[in-house]
């Protein structure tokens, strides 16, 4: 019974020496992911006194990311994406008219508590703030309509959980998931009439991040 167990605890270090390090106090990380991000948004305000309504699309798009372990169990990630998000509308003298894009620039910080548990998966939960830039890049049809057109930028909330697997000491893979919540104001001028009218849209995009990480 002994030497059985004695063969267990031997072949535990064994495993435990083999496998990729989990991150440390005071180790960082630089990211890359590719995002999906389901950020439809509709709203029955009309576009100046067109007599259309305004959508905003999901699309894919890239984020950078660097984190730090202040503590074994907590990590802060900062991190920095871009998005396109195709605008377009419904009924009214605009229906079959291209928007064109709405940037979307997200800062976040996000304070993670790291679950411990054994081998290469590293999973998490964090929480934090994300300060939202927002621009849009008009269509020509739009130009020529508009004189103005300013979407408001936005700080709001965000939920992560996500999981690391370790490849290697220095490199692991990344499955990350967020909701950010956000809202953008967008103001139409008409060049001709000079009416005006604001429309809110509240985004709150659900974000599916995947990508790879580095240990330095």
Same mark, same amino acid.
């Given at each position: 019974?002994?030497?059985?167990?004695?063969a267990?605890?031997a072949?535990?270090?064994l495993?435990?020496?083999?496998?990729?390090?989990?991150?440390?106090?005071?180790?960082?990380?630089?990211?890359?992911?590719?995002?999906?991000?389901a950020? *439809?948004?509709?709203?029955?305000?009309?576009?100046?006194?067109t007599? *259309?309504?305004?959508?905003?699309?999901?699309?894919?798009?890239?984020?950078?990311?660097?984190?730090?372990?202040?503590?074994?169990?907590?990590?802060?990630?900062?991190?920095?994406?871009?998005?396109?998000?195709?605008?377009?509308?419904?009924?009214?003298?605009?229906?079959?008219?291209?928007?064109?894009?709405?940037?979307?620039?997200?800062?976040?910080?996000?304070?993670?508590?790291?679950?411990?548990?054994?081998?290469?998966?590293?999973?998490?939960v964090?929480?934090?703030?994300?300060?939202?830039v927002?621009?849009?890049?008009?269509?020509?049809?739009?130009?020529?309509?508009?004189?103005?057109?300013?979407?408001?930028?936005?700080?709001?909330?965000?939920?992560?959980?996500?999981?690391?697997?370790?490849?290697?000491?220095r490199? *692991?893979a990344?499955?990350?998931?967020?909701?950010?919540?956000?809202?953008?104001?967008?103001?139409?001028?008409?060049? *001709?009439?000079?009416?005006?009218?604001?429309?809110?849209?509240?985004?709150?995009?659900?974000?599916?991040?995947?990508?790879?990480?580095?240990?330095?």
């Amino acid at each position: 019974m002994a030497g059985r167990g004695a063969a267990v605890a031997a072949m535990a270090v064994l495993i435990a020496s083999a496998s990729p390090t989990v991150a440390e106090q005071g180790d960082t990380e630089i990211g890359f992911r590719l995002l999906g991000i389901a950020a *439809s948004a509709k709203t029955d305000a009309e576009i100046a006194d067109t007599g *259309s309504t305004p959508e905003l699309s999901s699309n894919i798009g890239a984020e950078a990311s660097w984190t730090v372990w202040p503590l074994d169990w907590l990590a802060v990630e900062l991190s920095l994406g871009v998005s396109a998000h195709p605008l377009t509308a419904s009924g009214g003298e605009l229906s079959a008219a291209d928007g064109g894009t709405l940037w979307r620039l997200p800062v976040s910080a996000v304070a993670q508590y790291r679950i411990p548990v054994y081998g290469p998966f590293d999973p998490y939960v964090g929480l934090g703030l994300s300060f939202n830039v927002a621009k849009l890049r008009p269509s020509t049809a739009y130009d020529e309509r508009f004189s103005n057109i300013g979407f408001s930028d936005d700080v709001g909330i965000v939920v992560q959980a996500g999981v690391d697997y370790l490849l290697d000491e220095r490199w *692991s893979a990344n499955l990350d998931l967020r909701y950010m919540a956000m809202r953008t104001d967008a103001v139409f001028t008409d060049r *001709s009439s000079g009416a005006t009218s604001e429309v809110g849209f509240a985004l709150d995009p659900w974000v599916i991040g995947l990508g790879f990480r580095y240990r330095y």
